[in-house]
């Protein structure tokens, strides 16, 4: 908790700990290592009630996760194309 | 005699006495009303009570068992969460109308027959639109007016139902209507329309996301656990097992997630969400095996609570900063540390993170999906749980709490607001870890084990790649933009394109009768003056003819037969 009330050495506005660059870089680079890790826990161990052949396949859910995600978005924008009026569109 | 008071009775009808008390006395009574009703719920023994014959028909106004049972009790403790989330209000309106709503939807999934559902059933309805119209904007009214137009029919849908299912089998009692092999019989469609109405099925579903975003802080929590759930009660009573339920829940996983990506409201996005999660439960209803129903119950459970703990964390947003619009949002975990932690809490349950509740119920979904080799449901169940991570796993928090500051520096929320979410989110994690306890209040025994190796790593791999993916698109700015915007839904058919029809042709009338009517109206006034010329009593068929005339008319036409015969 002590992190969040931290003064920016500065001493401007308040800046968190979770804003500064630095920060933010290495909780990236945490992520980053606990996704290699989780990928490569693959290898060690078997599903023992695999129910589609694609179960097993290596990596699949870390590889489906990330590209189910990004299509999520990109069709998101695409929604947005189409369905955007402006804030007061039904109160005009 | 108390004791055995159907469930959710003393709710509804101590909301009678609570405008009887002072302001500051009511929060506290309706926190003690819960309770009370709570531990009398808990002491209701299994079986059928309150039977008797109406108009011939008979009625039965409990039922308790393990389905019943397990919303009962689910039910109860969202509406004593939302009562202690409450304390601060002094609203008489919201007070009351909350009470009578809990205690209608408690009621409703202990009710036997389906004329005592629809009583409940419409008074959830008529009570829960006054915790839209709390909010006493116009806007709220007008949202709060299409919610109860489109909730009320749901209850007249069911009563045609009801009626329908009493002519064909001359009873009400509210059991299975699915036969395996034969379609549904009238009846159950009509009361399958219904329920899909509360339960937000694809293109019925617009209700939801218009009018739970208008109502107060305090006013969506409780909106967000009842009408759904209750409905999802209802899909599981009535339609366990009906095939159309698993590709109407593929959707409905589906295309919330989409909408809320691009949502700015984050209430509303929490609306999508909602909706996405019951896709969830309807699929496992479809299904239909007991891993299934045994799975939809769990959801249901587990759904309610990090549910209400998203929207509380949106509600004292709301509260504290005036909007929860993601555009005026950012930078709140300075200012709100515990809500910050307590909303994360939900975020990680509602993606299913292991140790938290979403982990043990969603899954038991999947893995009946899989069993019955269901391979696109299974897929589709995956993409909507990086949707789900998505939206509000990392968006609602994101978007609130962290992104860009928005130099807003507001207090933390209240009291009792943080210990609402407190106890909230130790559920989260005490469903998540001691998730026996739940499995064994579940319909049917269970046989399923959530921390396997190969479940904790699979899950952990999908959600982990789902946040890096955020990272990626944001760090290359291929997110989109939060941007204040209104996204138009189904609710555009009726909110413009309806309007827009009736006044076309409300112009196209006016056209026609400026126009024409003069010319019209002439044509008219001169036929009835000839007319009445020709018929008066000077007139050539009116007027009387002498008889000297009407002697040598007679002899013409017999001259005319004569020749005309010899021709």
Redesign the interface.
């Known amino acids: 908790m002590n992190d969040l009330q931290d003064k920016h050495p500065d001493g401007g506005d308040q800046q968190s700990w979770f804003e500064r660059p630095e920060n933010v870089n290495r909780l990236i680079g945490g992520l980053l290592g606990v996704c290699v890790a989780l990928v490569l826990a693959d290898l060690f161990y078997s599903n023992p009630h695999p129910h589609f052949s694609i179960e097993t396949s290596f990596g699949f859910q870390a590889w489906f996760g990330f590209v189910a995600f990004v299509v999520i978005v990109f069709l998101g924008r695409l929604l947005r194309v189409i369905v955007r009026r402006p804030e007061d569109y039904y109160d005009r | 005699m108390i004791a055995n008071l159907p469930p959710g009775l003393l709710m509804i009808v101590g909301a009678a006495l609570i405008p009887c008390l002072s302001r500051r006395a009511q929060s506290s009574a309706v926190l003690l009303l819960c309770l009370a009703s709570f531990g009398l719920f808990l002491l209701l023994p299994e079986g059928e009570n309150w039977r008797f014959t109406w108009l011939g028909v008979e009625l039965t106004l409990v039922r308790i068992d393990t389905l019943s049972r397990i919303f009962g009790i689910v039910f109860h403790l969202a509406v004593i969460l939302s009562s202690i989330y409450a304390l601060h209000v002094r609203d008489t309106r919201q007070h009351t109308s909350a009470l009578v709503y809990a205690g209608a939807a408690i009621g409703a999934c202990c009710a036997k027959d389906l004329l005592t559902l629809f009583v409940y059933w419409e008074l959830t309805a008529i009570s829960s639109v006054f915790l839209v119209w709390a909010s006493d904007s116009e806007?709220s009214f007008r949202s709060g007016m299409r919610y109860l137009i489109i909730q009320v029919s749901s209850g007249v849908l069911l009563l045609s139902g009801a009626i329908v299912h009493l002519l064909q089998s001359g009873n009400v009692q509210f059991e299975s209507f699915v036969v395996a092999g034969q379609p549904l019989s009238l009846a159950g469609m009509l009361i399958l329309l219904a329920v899909g109405i509360k339960c937000a099925f694809p293109l019925l579903h617009n209700w939801l996301q218009d009018a739970y975003p208008e109502a107060t802080p305090t006013g969506t929590v409780v909106l967000s656990a009842f009408t759904t759930k209750l409905a999802v009660y209802a899909l599981i009573r009535g339609f366990s097992g009906y095939d159309l339920l698993v590709p109407i829940g593929c959707i409905m996983t589906l295309f919330p997630?989409?909408?809320?990506?691009?949502e700015n409201d984050l209430r509303r996005v929490l609306a999508y969400s909602l909706n996405n999660q019951l896709g969830f439960m309807v699929v496992g209803v479809g299904i239909g095996t007991e891993l299934a129903i045994n799975g939809a119950v769990a959801h249901a459970f587990c759904h309610i609570i990090y549910k209400s703990l998203l929207f509380m964390s949106m509600g004292a947003v709301l509260y504290r900063v005036g909007t929860t619009k993601a555009t005026e949002l950012g930078?709140l975990?300075?200012s709100m540390?515990w809500t910050t932690i307590f909303c994360l809490i939900g975020a990680g349950a509602i993606s299913g993170f292991p140790l938290l509740s979403g982990f043990v119920s969603k899954s038991m979904i999947l893995t009946a999906a899989?069993?019955e080799?269901h391979?696109l449901v299974?897929i589709v169940l995956?993409?909507a749980s990086?949707?789900v991570?998505?939206h509000s796993g990392i968006k609602i928090p994101f978007f609130a709490f962290?992104a860009h500051?928005s130099?807003k520096r507001v207090p933390e929320a209240p009291w009792n607001m943080l210990t609402a979410m407190a106890i909230a989110a130790l559920f989260c994690i005490g469903l998540g870890v001691a998730y026996p306890l739940l499995y064994r209040m579940l319909p049917f025994e269970v046989d399923y084990h959530p921390f396997?190796?190969?479940h904790v790593?699979?899950?952990?791999?999908?959600?982990?790649?789902?946040?890096?993916?955020?990272?990626a698109?944001v760090k290359s700015g291929?997110?989109?933009d939060e941007?204040?915007?209104?996204?138009?839904?189904t609710d555009w058919f009726y909110?413009?394109l309806a309007p827009a029809v009736v006044n076309g042709l409300r112009m196209t009338y006016r056209t026609v009768n400026d126009t024409f009517r003069s010319d019209v109206i002439t044509i008219v006034d001169g036929a009835m003056k000839q007319t009445k010329a020709t018929f008066n009593d000077k007139g050539l068929f009116g007027g009387t003819w002498s008889t000297s005339v009407m002697t040598f008319l007679a002899t013409v036409l017999l001259a005319v037969c004569l020749i005309l015969y010899y021709l």
Request: charged content about 15%; glycine content about 6%; proline content about 4%.
């Open positions: 806007r997630i989409v909408f809320a990506v691009i930078g975990h300075k540390p899989a069993e080799h391979f299974w995956l993409i990086a949707g991570m998505e962290f500051d130099g396997t190796v190969t790593v699979t899950q952990l791999q999908l959600l982990t790649f789902a946040l890096l993916a955020f990272v698109l291929l997110y989109p941007v204040r915007s209104t996204n138009l839904d909110r413009r």
